[in-house]
């Protein structure tokens, strides 16, 4: 039993080695506050870098996948170029003084459009911020979904990892 105080947040603790050998430490402490447990895992260096090996190769496997967003054209797709044009009307949605854009005057035939009052934010703030870094707005939007692509599949094998073993979850 180790007795000690982060900021008087734990009254005391106790160190035990997790059942896998030397990859995990659990601190099992108790909350001054309401006493109630809780764990704390510190993971071991060969771990970070087994699952940097993992990220690696989820990256490789996924560039075969999004090697054909960075060709000379627009790839084939059936919305591509209407997530290029949101971003674009959020950006001069931004440069007019909307915080937060609602209003998208140049679609809908030119009549305008309220699109960002129901529509996700978060793609088209992103590609905002990737424009406002110098990108153009289709390279804005094909970085997004490239990141997307890899976020995915990285997502799924940290999923997979709570589930099964790490090879498996590859």
Same mark, same amino acid.
């Given at each position: 039993?180790? %007795?000690?105080?982060? /900021? $008087?947040?734990? /009254?005391?603790?106790? +160190? *035990?080695?997790?059942? *896998?050998?030397?990859?995990?430490?659990?601190?099992?402490? &108790?909350?001054?506050?309401?006493?109630?447990?809780?764990?704390?895992?510190?993971?071991?260096?060969?771990?970070?870098? /087994?699952?940097?090996?993992?990220?690696?190769?989820?990256?490789?496997? @996924?560039?075969? @996948?999004?090697?054909?967003?960075?060709? $000379? &054209?627009? =790839?084939?797709?059936?919305? $591509? =170029?209407?997530? &290029? +044009?949101?971003?674009?009307? =959020?950006?001069?949605?931004?440069?007019?003084?909307?915080?937060?854009?609602?209003?998208? @005057?140049?679609?809908?035939?030119?009549?305008?459009?309220?699109?960002?009052?129901?529509?996700?934010?978060?793609?088209?703030?992103?590609? +905002?911020?990737? *424009?406002?870094?110098?990108? %153009?707005? &289709?390279?804005?939007?094909?970085?997004?979904?490239?990141? %997307?692509?890899?976020?995915?599949?990285?997502?799924?094998?940290?999923?997979?990892?709570?589930?099964?073993?790490?090879? %498996? +979850?590859?």
């Amino acid at each position: 039993r180790y %007795s000690y105080s982060n /900021r $008087g947040i734990f /009254r005391n603790a106790t +160190a *035990h080695k997790w059942k *896998h050998g030397n990859d995990f430490f659990t601190i099992s402490a &108790t909350n001054r506050s309401n006493s109630s447990k809780e764990k704390v895992c510190i993971k071991n260096d060969s771990i970070m870098k /087994r699952l940097l090996i993992y990220f690696f190769l989820i990256c490789v496997i @996924g560039w075969w @996948g999004i090697k054909a967003l960075f060709g $000379g &054209t627009f =790839y084939t797709s059936h919305d $591509g =170029y209407t997530h &290029t +044009a949101r971003i674009a009307q =959020y950006v001069i949605a931004l440069q007019d003084g909307q915080l937060p854009p609602r209003w998208a @005057g140049s679609l809908n035939g030119g009549f305008g459009s309220p699109i960002f009052v129901f529509s996700y934010p978060l793609p088209y703030i992103l590609g +905002a911020c990737l *424009h406002f870094l110098g990108f %153009s707005f &289709t390279y804005s939007f094909k970085i997004l979904i490239a990141g %997307s692509f890899l976020l995915s599949g990285l997502g799924m094998f940290f999923f997979l990892k709570e589930l099964f073993d790490k090879k %498996s +979850a590859f």
